[in-house]
């Protein structure tokens, strides 16, 4: 398996404008999660699924953010509209089974880093 | 979630063992302690995890005391690719993983 596959690895955009960022989870994988990571917060959980249901979109900073997991091997985080401080690297992350369980590890993607000016 | 305390950084020489330690005295029965490791710029690498009793595996030890409120991280011989930031994190509500700001490890020649 190649691992958590993420898109794009960079991204800069304008202020205003809709940013998708894409996630494809290992294959087999039940649970995937979405991180952001910045100087100032370090890494923090916005939303997890398990079996493509959103568990905990507590993290979720505002509502224009969303994500969605129209399927098993794909997810989105959506960025609408983005904002200079939506700067971010923004983690993807799956494993197989929740972290209350034995022998559970998560693989993390390498990240989008995203810039909006 | 509980709580972890770890120093913000550390040095090590390179070929020397690493013992990275983690206060977490407010960890309940069933919470597992997991170590996790991002070197610069890449996403987060798992590297161990136990409950109650002692664990290796091929690339660390993970030590933990008969009363859980501690746990030490050892890179039996550290190189210079093993310096990154390690996080400790005790895994608690839900099914996730809450990263609390970590240790950077230095690796030096």
């Known amino acids: 398996d190649a691992g958590v596959i993420q898109s794009p690895r960079h991204e800069v955009t304008e202020m205003g404008q809709e940013v998708t960022l894409r996630c494809k989870p290992i294959?087999?994988?039940?649970?995937l999660f979405w991180y952001r990571q910045t100087m100032m917060r370090g890494l923090e959980l916005l939303i997890y699924f398990n079996n493509n249901v959103p568990i905990d979109d507590s993290g979720m900073p505002e509502d224009r953010f969303s994500a969605k997991m129209p399927n098993a091997s794909f997810s989105t985080l959506k960025i609408q509209p983005s904002e200079p401080r939506d700067s971010a690297v923004y983690f993807c992350a799956s494993s197989l089974r929740g972290f209350r369980e034995r022998n559970t590890e998560a693989f993390f993607g390498q990240g989008t880093r995203l810039t909006v000016v | 979630d509980a709580k972890t305390t770890q120093p913000p950084s550390m040095d090590c020489a390179e070929g020397r063992a690493a013992n990275l330690p983690c206060n977490h005295s407010?960890?309940?029965?069933?919470?597992?302690v997991y170590w996790y490791r991002q070197i610069h710029s890449q996403g987060p690498q798992y590297i161990i995890h136990?409950?109650?009793n002692n664990e290796t595996n091929e690339m660390a030890s993970l030590i933990i005391t008969e009363d859980r409120k501690s746990s030490t991280l050892i890179l039996p011989h550290a190189t210079l690719r093993d310096t990154a930031v390690y996080y400790c994190i005790v895994s608690t509500s839900g099914s996730r993983l809450t990263f609390g700001e970590g240790t950077q490890l230095t690796v030096n020649p």
């Open positions: 407010t960890i309940s029965g069933n919470e597992y």
């Open positions: 294959s087999g994988h039940d649970y």
């Open positions: 136990g409950l109650k």
